[in-house]
């Protein structure tokens, strides 16, 4: 388990540590910031402005880099021009090849393969997506 999702343990541990770290130095400052205004720092305010301030960073860096990874990577998934350009011209060279070597032999096996991969005249048919 720990192998296999080595880099989420790490990336989790990043995360655990640097929250940890932000909200114990914001702690220590708002308390300065309380003593140098001569009041007691009350743990409620400091944890909705902790709180405020967290979902602020979450909300423009980690959502929008979240965006990013993720809605790019499903884009490029359910075929965008940009995610198959290579595999078209990989492919239409591999049948060009496949039909030489044996012209009836050939088509029928690229046939069968187009067919378990659910491509058509060499293009792929997004999972869920109709033509």
């Not at 860096?61 to 993720?70: A, I, S």
Request: hydrophobic residues 45%; charged residues 25%; glycine residues 8%.
């Amino acid at each position: 388990m720990l192998r296999s999702y080595a880099y989420a343990w790490i990336t989790l541990g990043f995360f655990l540590v640097s929250f940890v770290l932000h909200w114990g130095f914001g702690w220590a400052a708002f308390v300065a910031e309380q003593q140098a205004h001569h009041q007691v720092p009350q743990l409620a305010e400091y944890l909705v402005e902790a709180g405020r301030d967290t979902f602020e960073n979450w909300q423009s860096e980690f959502l929008q880099l979240l965006w990013q990874v993720v809605g790019l990577a499903y884009f490029l998934y359910v075929g965008s021009p940009s995610s198959k350009e290579n595999d078209d011209r990989t492919e239409a060279k591999l049948d060009a090849l496949l039909e030489m070597v044996g012209k009836e032999e050939g088509k029928r096996r690229i046939a069968e393969i187009d067919d378990k991969f659910l491509r058509h005249h060499g293009h792929a048919t997004p999972h869920g997506h109709e033509k």
